[in-house]
């Protein structure tokens, strides 16, 4: 079975600054996919990153990047320029087979003015 | 733009109703898929669908079941409602494959009473 862990419920930065919210997961799995959703308050769940773990390159989507570090099972969310309109929870995915997610506990960030 | 809508926002039910949760999808998604959402647990499976009358079970699939009669609505339904089933429903819908976007719905936040 697969597990995903978020070990920090609530985090805060400032707006203009980077913030790095972490995630570990456990499979057995060789090749799996890692994911990081945003839910914004009373709005619908968004992608937002993806990355597939035979791929040695970090995912990078504009101000997100990750961190995937394979052999200690961890997938760490970058924000560069944080932005009011980050505001949200976020939440680390993994998926082994059949777009069957598996997800993390969720992490509040709060970007400060 | 995917749209994924469910039938109520907010809900109120009386313990031991039957309870139907309405999904649908306007993209022609093949899987369709169930969660709830609680504090401090993330999002867990219920049930999902790979095509029209065709369901798996998620994690937690006790108290619950599903009907996919057409391939754009994917119904949840509590047989008996519980306390313990007061939560935040969400919807999502994909394309087959590996590594594809979930595309959620805007939620239904049950209340059992």
């Known amino acids: 079975a697969q597990t995903v862990t978020q070990s920090q419920p609530e985090m805060s930065v400032q707006e203009a600054e980077t913030v790095t919210l972490s995630c570990t997961y456990d499979?057995?799995?060789?090749?799996?996919?890692l994911f990081w959703y945003k839910q914004p308050p009373s709005r619908q769940m968004i992608l937002v990153i993806r990355?597939?773990?035979?791929?040695?390159q970090n995912a990078t989507e504009n101000r997100f990047s990750v961190n995937f570090q394979k052999a200690a099972k961890s997938f760490s969310l970058k924000i560069s320029d944080s932005q009011l309109g980050d505001t949200a929870m976020y939440f680390c995915?993994?998926?082994?087979?059949?777009?069957?997610?598996?997800f993390g506990e969720g992490t509040q960030l709060t970007v400060n003015p | 733009d995917v749209k994924v809508t469910q039938s109520s926002r907010y809900l109120v039910k009386r313990t031991g109703e039957k309870v139907f949760l309405e999904c649908v999808q306007d993209?022609?998604?093949?899987?369709m898929f169930w969660y709830r959402q609680d504090p401090g647990l993330g999002l867990r499976l219920i049930y999902f669908?790979?095509?029209?009358?065709?369901?798996e079970k998620g994690d937690i699939p006790e108290g619950y079941s599903v009907s996919r009669e057409k391939k754009e609505r994917f119904s949840l339904i509590l047989e008996s409602a519980s306390t313990n089933q007061t939560s935040m429903y969400l919807c999502?819908?994909?394309?087959?494959?590996?590594?594809?976007?979930?595309?959620f719905g805007p939620g239904t936040r049950l209340t059992v009473t």
């Open positions: 993209m022609d998604h093949e899987n």
């Open positions: 669908s790979y095509d029209v009358k065709m369901k």
């Open positions: 990355q597939e773990a035979y791929k040695q």
């Open positions: 995915a993994s998926e082994t087979s059949g777009s069957r997610l598996t």
């Open positions: 999502a819908s994909s394309l087959a494959g590996l590594a594809v976007e979930q595309y």
């Open positions: 499979t057995s799995e060789n090749n799996y996919y």
